[in-house]
């Protein structure tokens, strides 16, 4: 059964970072590029960086290049995304999955606000 547990959500100050961490099982991991999706209240899900399987190559929505960083360790199954100088419509529901998704799992919630 392939589970996707995001962690690392929060309410922090404009400027401010956190910290996402994507913990996965039930697929080959390593064999996967993965990707960080974030769904803002009223908006469609969207894309905000992704990683190939060996790590060497990401990519980045123009809206968060320079600010976040993609990176993955094969060996613990987990994806991460360091969010830095964080601004309010960065606020959303963020979630991880695997190139092509697999089901969704719950999100974290990054809330940035004054």
């Known amino acids: 059964q392939v589970q996707l547990v995001e962690s690392g959500g929060g309410l922090v100050q404009p400027g401010g970072s956190l910290g996402l961490s994507c913990a996965a099982s039930?697929?080959?991991?390593?064999?996967?590029?993965m990707r960080w999706y974030r769904q803002a209240p009223g908006k469609e899900r969207e894309v905000v960086a992704t990683?190939?399987?060996?790590?060497?190559?990401?990519n980045y929505a123009d809206s968060v290049k320079g600010r976040f960083t993609i990176s993955r360790d094969n060996a613990k199954n987990t994806v991460y995304l360091q969010m830095n100088n964080l601004k309010p419509e960065d606020t959303a529901v963020y979630y991880c999955?695997?190139?092509?998704?697999?089901?969704w799992g719950q999100g974290t919630q990054v809330t940035v606000s004054s």
């Open positions: 999955n695997a190139v092509p998704p697999w089901p």
């Open positions: 990683i190939v399987t060996h790590g060497r190559i990401t």
């Open positions: 039930g697929f080959t991991f390593s064999v996967l590029p």
